[in-house]
């Protein structure tokens, strides 16, 4: 069972999506994909198929208001407008092909990040429903967004508790993966002034989520010398890929999501023949 693993990152996962959709012009559909963020809600699209529409969605959509304003905080207490993004383009605008991606017969999984308890937990794609709320949940940044409720639960984003979930395809039985990560080469994280300053606005509510916070940098940090150790010594069962130019998380440089794009694809182009051995 190969799998494909997916990190997040805003608007650096439309690397992730060039990479997508040369496996889709390969035809090669992982029977396992599973991400966080932005990461994994790109990866529905690979599910469902749709070669371009995560392009499409960027080139489109991301210098509208309706998409990405300071004004939307009035209405939905985010800087993205939710409604737009998770209903409005997938059910109006630029429609998600519902039918495709329910006849997918691999296992999608989207992590996030229980608020009372600071650990990733891991939620079943196909759950998903018209609304996207589990996509809510995954791309709730703190700060950025507000939490998601699922059931008489409230998530945060998944990225937190668990950035790069390869440890969990590991664990699932996934021994042969294709990791995307959207950082480049020797990227390792710090924490920053908005970390400690969103850890301290959720301290009293959801101290172990205030926790996860300050405890990310360092399990970033991990996995990736993890993901590296794969590559290292199981070459033969991982391919990694990483831009070379990196991007900012909210870039608005339409080009240069373009270009970021274009990277990702041509990178999983040149090493389709590795990743073709992924499914041997």
């Given at each position: 069972?190969?799998?494909?693993?997916?990190?997040?990152?805003?608007?650096?996962?439309?690397?992730?999506?060039?990479?997508?959709?040369?496996?889709?012009?390969?035809?090669?559909?992982?029977?396992?994909?599973?991400?966080?963020?932005?990461?994994?809600?790109?990866?529905?699209?690979?599910?469902?198929?749709?070669?371009?529409?995560?392009?499409?969605?960027?080139?489109?959509?991301?210098?509208?208001?309706?998409?990405?304003?300071?004004?939307?905080?009035?209405?939905?207490?985010?800087?993205?407008?939710?409604?737009?993004?998770?209903?409005?383009?997938?059910?109006?605008?630029?429609?998600?092909?519902?039918?495709?991606?329910?006849?997918?017969?691999?296992?999608?999984?989207?992590?996030?990040?229980?608020?009372?308890?600071?650990?990733?937990?891991?939620?079943?794609?196909?759950?998903l429903d018209e609304k996207c709320t589990m996509?809510?949940?995954?791309?709730?940044?703190?700060?950025?967004?507000?939490?998601?409720?699922?059931?008489?639960?409230?998530?945060?984003?998944?990225?937190?508790?668990?950035?790069?979930?390869?440890?969990?395809?590991?664990?699932?039985?996934?021994?042969?993966?294709?990791?995307?990560?959207?950082?480049?080469?020797?990227?390792?994280?710090?924490?920053?002034?908005?970390?400690?300053?969103?850890?301290?606005?959720?301290?009293?509510?959801?101290?172990?989520?205030?926790?996860?916070?300050?405890?990310?940098?360092?399990?970033?940090?991990?996995?990736?010398?993890?993901?590296?150790?794969?590559?290292?010594?199981?070459?033969?069962?991982?391919?990694?890929?990483?831009?070379?130019?990196?991007?900012?998380?909210?870039?608005?440089?339409?080009?240069?999501?373009?270009?970021?794009?274009?990277?990702?694809?041509?990178?999983?182009?040149?090493?389709?023949?590795?990743?073709?051995?992924?499914?041997?």
């Amino acid at each position: 069972m190969p799998g494909l693993i997916l990190e997040g990152g805003t608007f650096r996962p439309i690397f992730s999506s060039g990479v997508m959709d040369a496996l889709l012009d390969h035809d090669l559909m992982f029977d396992y994909v599973i991400g966080v963020s932005a990461g994994i809600t790109d990866g529905f699209s690979y599910v469902s198929r749709q070669r371009g529409r995560n392009l499409e969605v960027a080139r489109r959509f991301r210098n509208d208001k309706r998409y990405l304003s300071p004004a939307n905080l009035l209405k939905c207490r985010s800087i993205f407008g939710l409604d737009f993004v998770f209903d409005t383009i997938p059910n109006e605008l630029l429609p998600f092909d519902w039918d495709t991606f329910r006849a997918y017969q691999g296992k999608i999984l989207v992590g996030v990040t229980n608020a009372e308890t600071g650990q990733c937990e891991y939620l079943d794609g196909k759950d998903l429903d018209e609304k996207c709320t589990m996509l809510r949940a995954t791309c709730s940044l703190p700060v950025y967004f507000p939490p998601a409720r699922i059931g008489d639960k409230i998530y945060y984003d998944g990225g937190i508790s668990d950035s790069i979930p390869i440890r969990k395809a590991i664990a699932d039985g996934s021994r042969k993966n294709l990791i995307v990560l959207t950082q480049p080469k020797g990227y390792r994280k710090k924490i920053k002034r908005r970390d400690h300053a969103a850890a301290a606005a959720l301290h009293r509510k959801f101290p172990a989520m205030a926790e996860a916070i300050l405890n990310r940098p360092k399990m970033y940090n991990d996995t990736v010398c993890f993901c590296e150790h794969l590559v290292q010594y199981q070459p033969q069962n991982t391919v990694l890929l990483q831009p070379e130019t990196p991007i900012n998380s909210f870039e608005s440089d339409v080009d240069k999501l373009v270009a970021a794009y274009d990277e990702g694809y041509r990178l999983a182009e040149e090493r389709m023949d590795e990743i073709r051995k992924l499914f041997d």
